[in-house]
């Protein structure tokens, strides 16, 4: 079972702290870069969680914001501690160097939905990986990830395999809102028997009251959100949330508040004019029915 917690957390809060000390001492960036004797860049990526902090470093940045207070000086140290605790996801990806990666690291992705406590996605291309059975995952990867090694994806497909255990936790399982297009179902992925596994897979996991799944059907005509597929991430406690982009020449995370603000916007008004949940799963069941019947064309 995958841990509901990885280090993803502790570096956002950590960074928020940071943030929080340098605008309550009145320094920029800028100001702080060169007392630290290091780029902007290295203060930047601390402040917004992207960094791996070091414990050198954030004694220093507590002398320079004047921190004081014992329990302040505590709960930062436990949290650069928290911050560089392997996550479950890196066995996965060990072995695959990074510039084989097509999109962006899948571990920064996996350590995110690690901290999230909802999901929310939007699909007219790709099954979420959420969704996704192992032949299904391992199918698409090929595809999108030409220069991988056969074991590369095969670590990959674990990945996304284990990723999937949060939504059958016991305790909290992760929510999932999906609105998908009815392309996705009609597209054949790998040969009909495949596809039909696949529906098969997806009418299963319907049955968790945490997983919803609507799908905006061809009579629904053209909406915004067809501009292209996005994930919303609802993360716990404190964090901010973050919507996640895909594309060829790398993946993006919003995490600015208006482009959060207008994503969730753009998945609620799309969640309306698809099918509510028992006709999109009455939908998926005729899929699943054609894709049987003619399980022996490819």
């Given at each position: 079972?995958?841990?509901?917690?990885?280090?993803?957390?502790?570096?956002?809060?950590?960074?928020?702290?940071?943030?929080?000390?340098?605008?309550?001492?009145?320094?920029?960036?800028?100001?702080?870069?060169?007392?630290?004797?290091?780029?902007?860049?290295?203060?930047?990526?601390?402040?917004?969680?992207?960094?791996?902090?070091?414990?050198?470093?954030?004694?220093?940045?507590?002398?320079?914001?004047?921190?004081?207070?014992?329990?302040?000086?505590?709960?930062?140290?436990?949290?650069?501690?928290?911050?560089?605790?392997?996550?479950?996801?890196?066995?996965?990806?060990?072995?695959?160097?990074?510039?084989?990666?097509?999109?962006?690291?899948?571990?920064?992705?996996?350590?995110?939905?690690?901290?999230?406590?909802?999901?929310?996605?939007?699909?007219?291309?790709?099954?979420?990986?959420?969704?996704?059975?192992?032949?299904?995952?391992?199918?698409?990867?090929?595809?999108?990830?030409?220069?991988?090694?056969?074991?590369?994806?095969?670590?990959?497909?674990?990945?996304?395999?284990?990723?999937?255990?949060?939504?059958?936790?016991?305790?909290?399982?992760?929510?999932?809102?999906?609105?998908?297009?009815?392309?996705?179902?009609?597209?054949?992925?790998?040969?009909?028997?495949?596809?039909?596994?696949?529906?098969?897979?997806?009418?299963?996991?319907?049955?968790?009251?945490?997983?919803?799944?609507?799908?905006?059907?061809?009579?629904?005509?053209?909406?915004?959100?067809?501009?292209?597929?996005?994930?919303?991430?609802?993360?716990?406690?404190?964090?901010?949330?973050?919507?996640?982009?895909?594309?060829?020449?790398?993946?993006?995370?919003?995490?600015?508040?208006?482009?959060?603000?207008?994503?969730?916007?753009?998945?609620?008004?799309?969640?309306?004019?698809?099918?509510d949940p028992g006709a999109s799963r009455e939908l998926i069941?005729?899929?699943?029915?054609?894709?049987?019947?003619?399980?022996?064309?490819?």
């Open positions: 079972m995958v841990a509901v917690q990885g280090p993803a957390g502790p570096r956002r809060r950590l960074g928020a702290e940071l943030r929080r000390l340098r605008n309550k001492a009145g320094l920029h960036l800028d100001d702080v870069a060169e007392q630290l004797t290091c780029s902007t860049s290295k203060i930047s990526r601390l402040e917004t969680g992207k960094g791996i902090p070091k414990l050198p470093d954030v004694r220093e940045l507590m002398r320079i914001y004047g921190v004081t207070s014992d329990t302040e000086r505590d709960m930062l140290i436990r949290l650069v501690r928290d911050s560089r605790e392997q996550g479950w996801w890196e066995p996965y990806t060990e072995g695959v160097p990074p510039e084989r990666f097509v999109l962006d690291a899948p571990g920064r992705y996996a350590a995110l939905e690690t901290e999230a406590t909802a999901v929310r996605c939007f699909t007219a291309m790709v099954l979420p990986g959420l969704l996704q059975t192992q032949d299904y995952a391992r199918e698409m990867m090929t595809a999108i990830l030409p220069h991988h090694r056969p074991s590369e994806i095969e670590r990959l497909v674990d990945l996304r395999m284990q990723r999937q255990q949060a939504l059958h936790r016991a305790d909290s399982p992760l929510e999932l809102s999906v609105v998908l297009d009815e392309a996705l179902l009609r597209r054949v992925v790998g040969g009909r028997e495949m596809m039909a596994d696949q529906l098969r897979s997806i009418d299963a996991l319907l049955d968790l009251p945490t997983v919803d799944v609507r799908v905006l059907s061809f009579e629904a005509g053209f909406h915004r959100a067809l501009l292209g597929q996005f994930t919303i991430l609802e993360l716990r406690e404190s964090l901010a949330d973050i919507v996640y982009v895909e594309g060829h020449a790398g993946d993006s995370y919003l995490d600015n508040e208006p482009d959060v603000t207008l994503y969730k916007e753009v998945y609620v008004d799309v969640a309306r004019r698809a099918l069941t005729e899929y699943l029915r054609a894709h049987t019947a003619r399980k022996g064309d490819r």
